[in-house]
């Protein structure tokens, strides 16, 4: 039987492969994947909210969502890198891909983060 770790580490790949399936193909459509990426992130939280035994609403797992992005803004830095490599073909949807997995990577573990110090309480 797979432990909670395995299991979230399992929820947060999932939903980061997605992401970045999802980026690269609408790497020419600059904030297209936004609205795509809320509903997978927003999933993942919940996931991860329920392998740790914590039962919350979509509502609130959207509200720990925004807080989770607003924390790990990094990708406004990336950006630059992105729009630079844009003039590249094919660099940009790398580029993209992995922005997209990193992003929801670390919003994965963030969330995880906090629902184990929930438990802990």
Known sequence: ???????????IRAASGACAGIDGGSAQAPESDTAAFVPIQTDMVLAIASEHGIGITRDAAAELLLTLTETVRSRQVLFSRQALAGWLPGIENAADDSTAAVLTEAIGWAANSHFEQIKAK
């Open 1 to 11: 039987m797979a432990s909670t770790s395995q299991n979230v580490h399992g929820i």
